[in-house]
Every structure is written in structure tokens, then in C-alpha cells.
């Protein structure tokens, strides 16, 4: 099993974007998917300021709450977790869903 100690070292998360989200990022996450690697501890946050540079008006939007984007943990939305300071781990897949409505 491989060490989750986050407090050295490097680790690297998955970063999925869905829908029309794509068409406002650039660079990798454009595609789909992106990895993004970070140093030591760190959180949902860090995550979303590492895709900033490629992705500046998503990240403005997941910052602000404007949208009512999900951001999710593996699966979890992280309202129902630590919000944007949940912590992120080596392997973690953090993604991001626009709205879904029915009716």
C-alpha cells in the first residue's frame, strides 16, 4: 500500500471538468482531465489555484460560488466534507460538475 504521509514529498491529483465547462479552461483540462501536482499538505483550494493559470474564469466562478458549480472529493461533494479546505491526498481525483436540473 503506498504512503499517504502528505507532510514531504509530492502528490499528484486528477483533475476532471464535465460539461460546457470545458469551453471556459484551457490547456489540459480543455480535454477533459488534467493532473496537477502539489507539494506537502494541501486542500481542495490548492487544487483550484494550481488550475487557475490554464483556467482563470473557472476557477473565479468555483471561488465565488457563482454557478453552483459541484466540486467533488472522489465522488463526495466537498459542501458535505471541509468545503474548499478539505484536504487532498496523492492519487485523489478532484472534479468539477456544472449544475444538473430536471424535472
Same mark, same amino acid.
Given at each position: 500500500?503506498?504512503?499517504?504521509?502528505?507532510?514531504?514529498?509530492?502528490?499528484?491529483?486528477? =483533475?476532471?471538468?464535465?460539461?460546457?465547462?470545458? *469551453?471556459?479552461?484551457?490547456? *489540459?483540462?480543455?480535454?477533459?482531465?488534467?493532473? =496537477?501536482?502539489?507539494?506537502? *499538505?494541501?486542500?481542495?483550494?490548492?487544487?483550484?489555484?494550481?488550475?487557475?493559470?490554464?483556467?482563470?474564469?473557472?476557477? *473565479?466562478?468555483?471561488?465565488?460560488?457563482?454557478?453552483?458549480?459541484? =466540486?467533488?472529493?472522489?465522488?463526495?461533494?466537498?459542501?458535505?466534507?471541509?468545503?474548499?479546505?478539505?484536504?487532498?491526498?496523492?492519487?485523489?481525483?478532484?472534479?468539477?460538475?456544472?449544475?444538473?436540473?430536471?424535472?
Amino acid at each position: 500500500m503506498a504512503d499517504n504521509d502528505q507532510s514531504s514529498g509530492e502528490i499528484v491529483v486528477l =483533475v476532471k471538468v464535465f460539461g460546457g465547462l470545458r *469551453e471556459i479552461t484551457g490547456g *489540459e483540462l480543455a480535454k477533459g482531465t488534467a493532473t =496537477v501536482r502539489l507539494s506537502g *499538505e494541501a486542500s481542495v483550494s490548492d487544487v483550484i489555484g494550481a488550475i487557475a493559470a490554464q483556467a482563470p474564469m473557472l476557477a *473565479e466562478r468555483i471561488r465565488s460560488g457563482s454557478g453552483y458549480l459541484n =466540486v467533488l472529493l472522489n465522488g463526495r461533494n466537498v459542501r458535505f466534507l471541509a468545503g474548499m479546505d478539505t484536504a487532498v491526498f496523492d492519487g485523489a481525483t478532484v472534479s468539477i460538475l456544472p449544475p444538473i436540473g430536471g424535472g
